[in-house]
T-cell receptor, first 115, second 111 residues
């Protein structure tokens, strides 16, 4: 089955630690995205990548980093510089170069809790 | 910058009643609009999309939406809801290779 996988589903981290969230897709999509979701805030774009080895900052990139070395993978690192990292993180992908009219497909999400 | 406004943060309804979830988008030369549904602790699933053409768009699970250019609205409707429709619904607009999401509407269907 084609789709997007995110792991782990739940993640706990101590303050001051970096943590990496995994996102893999086998849909052969060019574009991939990371969103952060907080209650009542909707989805806010952290980073996006339209093609391998290229990515752009979204609206709330501070304290996060990404890489796009393979088409299938777009890992997100939450660094210790992120002031309030506890949130639900969603990865998505879309066909082509992520044009405005392309539907985005979402993974099941990772819930990160900082202790 | 694009701005998507969902006018109601919560909508409670009784089972088998009709429902309308309201969404206003930013006016633009080309308008691409989406409605997604999210069940608790899950990712988002596409309900329907408007790219061009007919202003009445039909989606999955009996939902439909109407594109209204003069009112910059894209309201989601269902004539008769089920308990299983309880979820959060997000309206989104595509622009500059990105989607801008509204803050969501929590639909609660009561027996």
């Amino acid at each position: 089955d084609g789709g997007i996988t995110q792991s782990p589903k739940y993640l706990f981290r101590k303050e001051g630690q970096n943590v990496t969230l995994s996102c893999e897709q086998n849909l052969n999509h060019d574009a991939m995205y990371w969103y952060r979701q907080d209650p009542g805030q909707g989805l806010r774009l952290i980073y996006y990548s339209q093609i391998v080895n290229d990515f752009q900052k979204g609206d709330i990139a501070e304290g996060y980093s990404v890489s796009r070395e393979k088409k299938e993978s777009f890992p997100l690192t939450v660094t210790s510089a992120q002031k309030n990292p506890t949130a639900f993180y969603l990865c998505a992908s879309s066909i082509g170069s992520g044009g405005d009219y392309n539907e985005q497909f979402f993974g099941p999400g990772t819930r990160l809790t900082v202790l | 910058a694009q701005s998507v406004t969902q006018l109601d943060s919560q909508v409670p309804v009784f089972e088998e009643a009709p429902v309308e979830l309201r969404c206003n988008y930013s006016s633009s030369v080309s308008v691409y609009l989406f409605w997604y549904v999210q069940y608790p602790n899950q990712g988002l699933q596409l309900l329907l999309k408007y790219l061009s053409g007919s202003t009445l768009v039909k989606g999955i699970n009996g939902f439909e939406a109407e594109f209204n250019k003069s009112q910059t609205s894209f309201h989601l409707r269902k004539p008769s809801v089920h308990i299983s429709d309880t979820a959060e619904y997000f309206c989104a607009q595509g622009s500059n290779y990105k989607l801008t999401f509204g803050k969501g509407t929590l639909l609660t269907v009561n027996p």
